[in-house]
């Protein structure tokens, strides 16, 4: 990825940058910033400056230096991003968060965490579910993934069915602002009317609004028990009538997910189950909360199963058995990657009742651009993964396959990013969801946050 608008950095900018963060915590060895030249994306960009980031106070130095000398900083922290949300098109300073990575409390009385931006989001978890707390979001790559990444997507995963993305967990936060200024948005309530949301325009601003220096998140009490079953379909319209089934007949699974026959393919060898042929669909469910409450719903949900044509069906019997349904699923998208020369992961959203309708327009899509998708995901909410394979980084029919699949899911009511983002991967596409009125809005709420426009630049639009 090249860009032509690099910032022509200087020995006395840099000078100064080490004046502002503290000369340990700048980065210029190029064999060093060589490393950080990516997310999870296809997309590469080399940083010309790293800075490690350690306060809100130490960033509030550099944002106001940025300022005044008009250099790009761009927040990263794990990079697994899969939009380019974190990498330096233009060049700049990469800001690393991943230093700040401090639980800095649990609070069980009130059932919060207060956290820095650089926690990995499976350690926050862990943390919790020590004190018999739960928090909910688990992206994937949860155990690579940081809590301020999550934020700046409002990341989701199969849990978000039953309890929503991240966005439903951020009371308040602390965050500077691209001048420099540190400010406090939101609280430590469940309520808060008092002005405009900023929490909440922050979450999912991709990082172009400001930097989250600490969060302030929601916990909910532990479920006390959970149970996974997994069933194969002949066809994926079978499965989805399933999916919706069960909802419709009062049953609240913690989490409904998906793979069509080429992800089960793949994952064969680690899934507990008879997978053969080259059509149908798989879908893993989990239900959670009080045993008796999970022992009811299961002996309920296992004959609609049936009834909705399922061919075979595993209940999960321990907690190994468990975990290797969990294990096959988290494991796609890594075997995609293994299984392919170049491969795009795309993110769409569509209503429920759409997932089918949205597979049967794939075969088309593959032959005409000459291209071979997979499609998994969240069943439950309509959120779809779909990865699109070529035998070849510059294949001529990649970008008229990713418009054609935005196009079928917005046709569809849907849209072309459920967790993942725009970023840079995906901003040539925005219009194609937004209106010219809407985009022109958000580019002035950037410009009032951001009148320099020194924060992540290239990013969204």
Same mark, same amino acid.
């Given at each position: 990825?090249?860009?032509?608008?690099?910032?022509?950095?200087?020995?006395?900018?840099?000078?100064?940058?080490?004046?502002?963060?503290?000369?340990?915590?700048?980065?210029?060895?190029?064999?060093?910033?060589?490393?950080?030249?990516?997310?999870?994306?296809?997309?590469?960009?080399?940083?010309?400056?790293?800075?490690?980031?350690?306060?809100?106070?130490?960033?509030?130095?550099?944002?106001?230096?940025?300022?005044?000398?008009?250099?790009?900083?761009?927040?990263?922290?794990?990079?697994?991003?899969?939009?380019?949300?974190?990498?330096?098109?233009?060049?700049?300073?990469?800001?690393?968060?991943?230093?700040?990575?401090?639980?800095?409390?649990?609070?069980?009385?009130?059932?919060?965490?207060?956290?820095?931006?650089?926690?990995?989001?499976?350690?926050?978890?862990?943390?919790?579910?020590?004190?018999?707390?739960?928090?909910?979001?688990?992206?994937?790559?949860? =155990?690579?993934?940081?809590?301020?990444?999550? !934020?700046?997507? &409002? *990341?989701?995963? +199969?849990?978000?069915?039953?309890? /929503?993305?991240?966005?439903?967990?951020?009371?308040?936060?602390?965050?500077?602002?691209?001048?420099?200024?540190?400010?406090?948005?939101?609280?430590?309530?469940?309520?808060?009317?008092?002005?405009?949301?900023?929490?909440?325009?922050?979450?999912?601003?991709?990082?172009?609004?400001?930097?989250?220096?600490?969060?302030?998140?929601?916990?909910?009490?532990?479920?006390?028990?959970?149970?996974?079953?997994?069933?194969?379909?002949?066809?994926?319209?079978?499965?989805?009538?399933?999916?919706?089934?069960?909802?419709?007949?009062?049953?609240?699974?913690?989490?409904?997910?998906?793979?069509?026959?080429?992800?089960?393919?793949?994952?064969?060898?680690?899934?507990?189950?008879?997978?053969?042929?080259?059509?149908?669909?798989?879908?893993?469910?989990?239900? =959670?909360?009080?045993?008796?409450?999970?022992? !009811?719903?299961? &002996? *309920?949900?296992? +004959?609609?199963?049936?009834?909705? /044509?399922?061919?075979?069906?595993?209940?999960?019997?321990?907690?190994?058995?468990?975990?290797?349904?969990?294990?096959?699923?988290?494991?796609?998208?890594?075997?995609?990657?293994?299984?392919?020369?170049?491969?795009?992961?795309?993110?769409?959203?569509?209503?429920?009742?759409?997932?089918?309708?949205?597979?049967?327009?794939?075969?088309?899509?593959?032959?005409?651009?000459?291209?071979?998708?997979?499609?998994?995901?969240?069943?439950?909410?309509?959120?779809?993964?779909?990865?699109?394979?070529?035998?070849?980084?510059?294949?001529?029919?990649?970008?008229?396959?990713?418009?054609?699949?935005?196009?079928?899911?917005?046709?569809?009511?849907?849209?072309?990013?459920?967790?993942?983002?725009?970023?840079?991967?995906?901003?040539?596409?925005?219009?194609?969801?937004?209106?010219?009125?809407?985009?022109?809005?958000?580019?002035?709420?950037?410009?009032?946050?951001?009148?320099?426009?020194?924060?992540?630049?290239?990013?969204?639009?």
């Amino acid at each position: 990825m090249k860009n032509s608008q690099i910032f022509p950095f200087n020995k006395n900018i840099i000078d100064e940058i080490k004046d502002a963060a503290g000369a340990d915590y700048v980065v210029t060895d190029p064999d060093i910033l060589k490393q950080y030249d990516r997310d999870a994306s296809f997309l590469r960009a080399i940083p010309q400056v790293m800075v490690m980031a350690q306060s809100a106070e130490q960033i509030s130095r550099l944002l106001n230096l940025a300022n005044r000398r008009k250099f790009p900083v761009v927040p990263r922290a794990g990079g697994t991003g899969l939009a380019g949300g974190c990498l330096p098109i233009s060049g700049g300073v990469v800001l690393n968060l991943s230093s700040m990575n401090q639980i800095l409390s649990i609070d069980t009385q009130n059932l919060i965490a207060d956290v820095q931006p650089g926690v990995i989001t499976l350690n926050l978890r862990d943390a919790a579910r020590e004190k018999g707390l739960f928090y909910p979001p688990d992206p994937a790559g949860m =155990d690579k993934s940081t809590i301020g990444g999550n !934020a700046a997507t &409002s *990341a989701g995963g +199969p849990s978000c069915l039953k309890y /929503g993305t991240t966005k439903d967990y951020v009371l308040g936060l602390e965050v500077v602002l691209p001048q420099g200024n540190i400010i406090m948005t939101g609280g430590c309530t469940r309520k808060g009317v008092v002005g405009y949301d900023l929490t909440h325009i922050m979450v999912g601003s991709e990082g172009t609004l400001g930097i989250i220096t600490r969060l302030f998140l929601k916990l909910i009490p532990h479920p006390p028990a959970a149970q996974t079953v997994a069933a194969i379909f002949h066809t994926l319209q079978d499965a989805m009538k399933a999916v919706t089934e069960i909802q419709i007949r009062g049953h609240s699974p913690a989490a409904l997910e998906f793979m069509d026959a080429r992800c089960m393919a793949l994952i064969k060898d680690l899934i507990p189950l008879s997978i053969s042929g080259n059509k149908g669909a798989f879908v893993i469910m989990e239900l =959670d909360g009080a045993v008796e409450q999970i022992d !009811a719903s299961m &002996s *309920a949900i296992i +004959p609609i199963l049936r009834e909705m /044509g399922a061919s075979e069906i595993l209940k999960a019997l321990n907690e190994h058995h468990r975990e290797s349904i969990w294990t096959g699923r988290r494991q796609i998208s890594n075997r995609i990657r293994e299984n392919s020369v170049f491969n795009v992961a795309e993110d769409i959203a569509v209503p429920v009742g759409r997932i089918a309708d949205l597979a049967d327009n794939m075969p088309e899509i593959e032959k005409r651009c000459g291209v071979k998708l997979y499609a998994f995901g969240h069943a439950g909410d309509g959120n779809i993964h779909i990865n699109i394979t070529a035998s070849q980084k510059d294949h001529p029919g990649i970008d008229d396959a990713i418009r054609a699949v935005f196009k079928t899911a917005l046709a569809m009511g849907g849209t072309i990013s459920g967790e993942h983002g725009i970023g840079y991967a995906k901003k040539s596409f925005i219009n194609l969801e937004l209106s010219p009125v809407s985009i022109a809005l958000q580019k002035d709420i950037k410009k009032l946050f951001d009148p320099n426009m020194i924060l992540n630049p290239g990013k969204i639009f």
